[in-house]
Structure formats: structure tokens, C-alpha cells
């Protein structure tokens, strides 16, 4: 005989638990295999208790609570290494540049075109 609190549940394929936790079934796919969602593959296809969907989500607020009501909100792009690109910014810099470390001075090409 089952025990009564095993009588309630129910088995979820992909799509169903992903449309439960509100989430696109190949990122319900990818966190279940990683193990951050409780799920198990059976033959070719995933399956979800929803009991155990309940108690993922319920962790969740348990884990923001410890947290504090505060998000972390991040810019990846602020602390993003950026590669420098490019030289001086106008040829007269580089020409001062040029005759303050007394190299030679590049001059102006002519033409090579004949009439």
C-alpha cells in the first residue's frame, strides 16, 4: 500500500512541467540533466513529479529569504575586460608623439599615378 501523501502525485513529461514552472522546455531540459531541477530521464523521455516541482520551488523562496530581499543585479558588461583597439587618436598626436621620442617623421606619400 502507498503511503497517503504518494496518492496525490503526479508525473509531468517536458513540456508540461516546463509550461507549470514557466519555463521554455529546453531550459527546464538542460537544468534538470545539470541537476538544479529534480526530474530523471526515463527511456527517451524526461519526467517530473510535480510534488517534487513544488518543493524545487518552495527551496527557492527559502534560499531568497536567507538572501534577503535584495537581488543582485549585475552588468556583465561593466566588469567585461574590453581589448584596446586602434592607435593614437589623430595623426597630429602621433607626429608630436613621433618628435618627442625623436623618430622619424613619415612623410606624405606622392602620387605614383602618371598622366
Known sequence: MMPSSEVNMKTLNL???AEFLHVHPITLQQKAKTGLIP?????????FIDV????????QYESRALQGEKEKSECHFINAKTVPTGGLKSLSMERDYNEALGLPINKKHRSTTTN
Not at 39 to 47: A, L
Not at 54 to 59: C, N, V
Open 15 to 17: 513540456e508540461e512541467a
Open 39 to 47: 526530474g530523471t530521464k526515463i527511456g527517451r523521455r524526461w519526467v
Open 52 to 59: 517534487d516541482l513544488f518543493d524545487h520551488i518552495r527551496a
